[in-house]
């Protein structure tokens, strides 16, 4: 199913959705807690004059179902790149992005404005493919399921042999190389390696990571660097110097 189809067919479930039913607009004063909250209101007029996504969230929250299909085209590549990157197969991904839209849909009225809503988005979907991997994990050889499947248009497989100055013809014979180098990012601790791919792959900016992983600026920096070198020792310790493995 593609990317394209889901996305239409996720707007049928929600449109269909009797959720909709508890999606209350917070400026009408129907009592929800965060409407007599000046600090919510701080908040929201801050994010009113930065967040493309400002009017449309907000009609949503007013109970405007259209208005999540503007969120969804916005917002479903990256979401859907992030969730791939973690997770490897092509259906796995769509699975997420789905799972987290509809998600975000039912709850979107508690929205409450403590970050960008992009960030919110790319937080749920980054927590929720790194528990479908560890799921995976657990169940299979994660390096026996990478030789079963063709990489050669994964997005990290591509940025990868970029970086390593490859053409696409040196796939097949640099692939056992490619797929340690994978196995060796994977190797990271989580919260090392949600940033090396935000940063690496996605290029999220230090800012955006921050919120996302909601940390401080300079823990972005550091865990990073921190990332590479242990990327780098993993390698070396399979393959020894980059240079050498790749004659």
Sequence with gaps: MTL????????????KSSSTLIIIGLDQGLGTAMAGNKDY???????RKIDKDYE???????????????????????????ALRIVLLQEDAEDIVQEVFLNVYKNIS???????FSTY????????????LKKRIKESDLKLLMQEMDLRTHPEVQALMISLQ?????????????????????QLREKYYKIFVLHTFENFKYQDI??????????????????????????????????????
């Design 166 to 186: 490859l053409e696409g013809s040196d796939y097949f014979y640099y692939r056992d190389l490619i797929i340690d180098s994978l196995i060796c990012i994977r």
């Design 110 to 116: 508690n929205f409450n404005w403590d970050s960008k």
């Design 56 to 82: 449309s969230v907000c009609a949503c929250q007013r109970g405007d179902k259209c208005a999540f299909n503007d969120i969804v085209f916005s917002h479903q590549k990256t979401m859907y790149n992030i």
């Design 41 to 47: 209101y701080r908040k929201k007029d801050y994010y």
């Design 4 to 15: 394209i189809y889901r996305h239409h067919y996720l707007m049928c479930r929600l449109l």
């Design 210 to 247: 921050a919120e996302i992983c909601d940390i401080e600026l300079g823990t972005v920096r550091s865990r990073l660097n921190r990332a590479r070198k242990q990327v780098r020792q993993y390698f070396e310790e399979i393959h020894g110097n980059i240079r050498d493995a790749l004659r």
């Design 121 to 132: 988005l790319y937080r749920s979907i980054s927590n929720r493919s790194f528990n479908v």
